[in-house]
Nanobody, 115 residues
Framework: QEPLVESGGGLVQPGGSLELSCAASGSIGSNYFMAWYRQAPGKQRELVAS???????YHADSVQGRFTISRDNAKNTAYLQMNSLKPEDTAVYYC?????????WGQGTQVTVSS
């Protein structure tokens, strides 16, 4: 099984909402960094949001006020709540886990915002 498993993508109309999940297998300790990236065809991958083990978060200007990253420390799972979705949010979304030993990427999940 992959170290990171993503879920929650799909097709949604503009203004709608989706929640993405990223679950890490096994214990990852108390020193980690998790993040969400996205990549559209023909474009470079961009950082969307990140969170540290201590709960410090970052959100890109393009999603500020609309997306919220969170995590359940006991479950080693990160979430990305996406509200007020726009067509320009359409992309493959990837989660990332960094620890002192590892740098893992999820398999990606497609988010399509369209009427």
């Amino acid at each position: 099984q992959e170290p990171l498993v993503e879920s929650g993508g799909g097709l949604v109309q503009p203004g709608g909402s989706l929640e993405l999940s990223c679950a890490a297998s096994g214990s990852i300790g108390s020193n980690y960094f998790m993040a969400w990236y996205r990549q559209a065809p023909g474009k470079q991958r961009e950082l969307v949001a990140s969170i540290t083990a201590g709960g410090i978060t970052y959100h890109a200007d393009s999603v500020q006020g609309r997306f919220t990253i969170s995590r359940d420390n006991a479950k080693n799972t990160a979430y990305l709540q996406m509200n007020s979705l726009k067509p320009e949010d359409t992309a493959v979304y990837y989660c990332r886990l960094r620890t002192p030993r590892d740098d893992y990427w999820g398999q990606g999940t497609q988010v399509t915002v369209s009427s």
